[in-house]
């Protein structure tokens, strides 16, 4: 049976605040959070009647000697308890029930607009920050939700005390009345306290779980340089500023449960002293002084209540506020609003910014000799960035974004392999067999990958593919590649992790599986540039050179010192200088 999701369509959030964001969850499941008001409310009122119930027993049993009576209100406290017991497991189960709802539909919301923002979303926020606010901040957002049934509840219990004694007597309604927002006055500052070390809490540990992402995905590299000391010492030291982070939230924490504590208790004792007098100066009797202590005894709890829902309200707001963050981040359209249709056929791909003119149906290699500058000509000829790109002769822009990301496709050679089985995470077109599988994997020459799983394509693989090496990984994100079939796919370094003999076959193959379709691979490499239609040079961010592999080696020496690897000439733009002829060499010439 297939899973279900809690929440298919999880509704549109309220962004305008954090506050907001809570009432909408709240407005979002009202009989349920109705029933749980409901239900806690009745217990908590629940627990005042025992008080009364006790004074009864002693003023009409005891004090009367009338065993009868006792009875009577001895089984009436019994029955009371075991309603109670009962209201108060069902106020636990609906409240649980409230607040995982609340969970899943903020994850289902954050889930759907994560998944608009797309590539993007790692331009605009750190991986680390997302990890914080879908694991730990939907949580403390939801246990806010508590307040709705044993807040309400104890607000309402709070107010039926007081009137109960204001039938014994004034003065202790009035103590009662007034003592409790003098407890929320003294809380106070230190939840304020709470809030502001919350948030600096939060943003050290989104930096620290980006830090800790960053250094796990490039182990491996940094062992092989030799840097995972100097990565570990950096993590270490920043790890140390989180837990001065952590010890400070502890400690406004902590001062907080101990008031929780120590505050009510002492206003208990105060409330118990006060009808303790009045009872010896004969204003209340025995069974009411009684009966006053176990209602300032059950007041407690709803007071607890509402220094806890003060406390999960903070950070709640805390939570709430970087949940909104994420949710207010929109989908970069690149400037385009859809205004032109993309080209009906094959066309010309053409950056202003650094002059490439990529001809369809052609496989262009690109040398740069900055890999940032890679990376940016990529970006604007997928359409990840505003630019100038033309495709057809019109704006790339304005064209639906939905058509450029089905027809142009940008490979990044560390892009995401979610788990499952191989064939699961190869197949990214509906209807693709076995047959258009092993095709892909033969162009990337990735059939000894699937030839070393003990299951061949139907073998689990991990997310991220952690169990294969970085090589492996990499001729897979070729072959799934190369299975989407786009119009125009751009590769980025496809064969860094791979050793020269394969790095030769996939070169061969690549150019037989693209054939009459627009590849641009963008690498510095001999072995794949020599198997490329033409090749251009990328300096400074501009094209400074075209032609085939052999004759910018022949002609370029700038070229050739960035494809060779010439350890006296690694700046692109100084080893052209050098090697341009003066005018007497060209006179001599």
Same mark, same amino acid.
């Given at each position: 049976?297939?899973?279900?999701?809690?929440?298919?369509?999880?509704?549109?959030?309220?962004?305008?605040?954090?506050?907001?964001?809570?009432?909408?969850?709240? #407005?979002?499941?009202?009989?349920?959070?109705?029933?749980?008001?409901?239900?806690?409310?009745?217990?908590?009122?629940?627990?005042?009647?025992?008080?009364?119930?006790?004074?009864?027993?002693?003023?009409?049993?005891?004090?009367?000697?009338?065993?009868?009576?006792?009875?009577?209100?001895?089984?009436?406290?019994?029955?009371?308890?075991?309603?109670?017991?009962?209201?108060?497991?069902?106020?636990?189960?609906?409240?649980?029930?409230?607040?995982?709802?609340?969970?899943? #539909?903020?994850?289902?919301?954050?889930?759907?607009?994560?998944?608009?923002?797309?590539?993007?979303?790692?331009?605009?926020?750190?991986?680390?920050?997302?990890?914080?606010?879908?694991?730990?901040?939907?949580?403390? !957002?939801?246990?806010?939700?508590?307040?709705?049934?044993?807040?309400?509840?104890?607000?309402?219990?709070?107010?039926?005390?007081?009137?109960?004694?204001?039938?014994?007597?004034?003065?202790?309604?009035?103590?009662?009345?007034?003592?409790?927002?003098?407890?929320?006055?003294?809380?106070?500052?230190?939840?304020?306290?709470?809030?502001?070390?919350?948030?600096?809490?939060?943003?050290?540990?989104?930096?620290?779980?980006?830090?800790?992402?960053?250094?796990?995905?490039?182990?491996?590299?940094?062992?092989?340089?030799?840097?995972?000391?100097?990565?570990?010492?950096?993590?270490?030291?920043?790890?140390?500023?989180?837990?001065?982070?952590?010890?400070?939230?502890?400690?406004?924490?902590?001062?907080?449960?101990a008031g929780m504590i120590v505050i009510p208790g002492m206003f208990l004792a105060a409330v118990v002293w006060l009808a303790a007098r009045m009872a010896g100066a004969g204003d209340i009797s025995i069974g009411e002084m009684v009966a006053v202590y176990g209602y300032v005894a059950i007041l407690v709890i709803p007071v607890w209540f509402l220094l806890e829902g003060g406390y999960e309200l903070i950070r709640g707001r805390v939570a709430a506020r970087r949940i909104i963050a994420l949710l207010n981040l929109t989908p970069d359209e690149a400037g385009g609003q859809a205004l032109e249709p993309a080209p009906a056929g094959p066309a010309d791909l053409h950056d202003p910014a650094s002059g490439l003119r990529v001809p369809y149906g052609r496989l262009l290699g690109v040398a740069?000799?900055?890999?940032?500058?890679?990376?940016?000509?990529?970006?604007?000829?997928?359409?990840?960035?505003?630019?100038?790109?033309?495709?057809?002769?019109?704006?790339?822009?304005?064209?639906?974004?939905?058509? !450029?990301?089905?027809?142009?496709?940008?490979?990044?050679?560390?892009?995401?392999?979610?788990?499952?089985?191989?064939?699961?995470?190869?197949?990214?077109?509906?209807?693709?067999?076995?047959?258009?599988?092993?095709?892909?994997?033969?162009?990337?020459?990735?059939?000894?990958?699937?030839?070393?799983?003990?299951?061949?394509?139907?073998?689990?693989?991990?997310?991220?593919?952690?169990?294969?090496?970085?090589?492996?990984?990499?001729?897979?994100?070729?072959?799934?590649?190369?299975?989407?079939?786009?119009?125009?796919?751009?590769?980025?370094?496809?064969?860094?992790?791979?050793?020269?003999?394969?790095?030769?076959?996939?070169?061969?193959?690549?150019?037989?599986?693209?054939?009459? #379709?627009?590849?641009?691979?963008?690498?510095?490499?001999?072995?794949?540039?020599?198997?490329?239609?033409?090749?251009?040079?990328?300096?400074?961010?501009?094209?400074?050179?075209?032609?085939?592999?052999?004759?910018?080696?022949?002609?370029?020496?700038?070229?050739?010192?960035?494809?060779?690897?010439?350890?006296?000439?690694?700046?692109?733009?100084?080893?052209?200088?050098?090697?341009?002829?003066?005018?007497?060499?060209?006179?001599? #010439?």
């Amino acid at each position: 049976m297939p899973p279900q999701i809690p929440h298919p369509d999880p509704g549109v959030p309220d962004t305008r605040g954090p506050l907001r964001y809570i009432w909408w969850l709240v #407005r979002s499941e009202p009989w349920r959070v109705l029933r749980g008001s409901v239900i806690g409310t009745a217990w908590m009122v629940g627990l005042s009647a025992r008080p009364y119930l006790v004074a009864r027993a002693i003023d009409d049993g005891l004090r009367a000697r009338d065993n009868r009576a006792l009875a009577v209100w001895v089984l009436a406290i019994l029955v009371a308890g075991v309603a109670l017991a009962y209201l108060g497991i069902m106020r636990h189960r609906t409240m649980t029930f409230v607040r995982e709802d609340a969970t899943a #539909r903020s994850a289902g919301v954050l889930l759907r607009h994560l998944s608009r923002i797309g590539a993007m979303l790692p331009r605009k926020l750190a991986a680390g920050e997302v990890a914080t606010v879908t694991g730990s901040d939907v949580g403390h !957002v939801s246990e806010v939700l508590t307040m709705t049934g044993p807040g309400v509840g104890a607000v309402i219990a709070y107010a039926v005390v007081a009137v109960v004694l204001w039938s014994f007597s004034p003065l202790l309604a009035a103590f009662v009345l007034l003592g409790v927002p003098a407890i929320a006055v003294l809380i106070g500052p230190l939840l304020r306290r709470l809030e502001q070390a919350e948030s600096a809490y939060r943003h050290e540990q989104g930096i620290l779980t980006t830090r800790a992402g960053d250094i796990v995905a490039g182990l491996r590299v940094l062992a092989g340089v030799g840097g995972r000391g100097l990565f570990g010492r950096r993590y270490a030291a920043r790890s140390q500023k989180l837990l001065a982070e952590g010890y400070r939230v502890g400690a406004v924490g902590s001062w907080i449960e101990a008031g929780m504590i120590v505050i009510p208790g002492m206003f208990l004792a105060a409330v118990v002293w006060l009808a303790a007098r009045m009872a010896g100066a004969g204003d209340i009797s025995i069974g009411e002084m009684v009966a006053v202590y176990g209602y300032v005894a059950i007041l407690v709890i709803p007071v607890w209540f509402l220094l806890e829902g003060g406390y999960e309200l903070i950070r709640g707001r805390v939570a709430a506020r970087r949940i909104i963050a994420l949710l207010n981040l929109t989908p970069d359209e690149a400037g385009g609003q859809a205004l032109e249709p993309a080209p009906a056929g094959p066309a010309d791909l053409h950056d202003p910014a650094s002059g490439l003119r990529v001809p369809y149906g052609r496989l262009l290699g690109v040398a740069a000799s900055d890999p940032e500058a890679a990376v940016a000509l990529a970006d604007r000829l997928g359409r990840f960035v505003a630019s100038d790109v033309s495709w057809g002769g019109m704006p790339l822009a304005d064209m639906p974004l939905d058509e !450029v990301r089905a027809r142009i496709l940008v490979a990044d050679h560390d892009s995401y392999i979610f788990g499952g089985t191989l064939r699961d995470i190869l197949v990214v077109r509906r209807r693709t067999g076995d047959a258009e599988i092993w095709a892909a994997l033969r162009a990337a020459s990735a059939e000894d990958v699937v030839g070393a799983l003990p299951h061949g394509l139907a073998t689990l693989v991990s997310t991220r593919a952690r169990t294969l090496s970085g090589g492996e990984r990499q001729r897979v994100r070729l072959a799934r590649a190369l299975l989407a079939e786009p119009e125009v796919l751009i590769l980025l370094e496809p064969s860094s992790a791979v050793d020269a003999h394969t790095e030769a076959r996939i070169a061969r193959r690549l150019r037989e599986a693209r054939s009459g #379709r627009t590849t641009v691979v963008l690498t510095t490499s001999p072995l794949m540039l020599g198997h490329a239609d033409t090749v251009a040079l990328l300096d400074d961010g501009r094209i400074v050179a075209t032609g085939t592999h052999a004759e910018l080696v022949e002609r370029d020496a700038a070229y050739r010192a960035l494809v060779h690897r010439d350890s006296d000439l690694v700046d692109v733009g100084e080893s052209r200088e050098s090697h341009r002829p003066s005018e007497a060499q060209g006179a001599r #010439r």
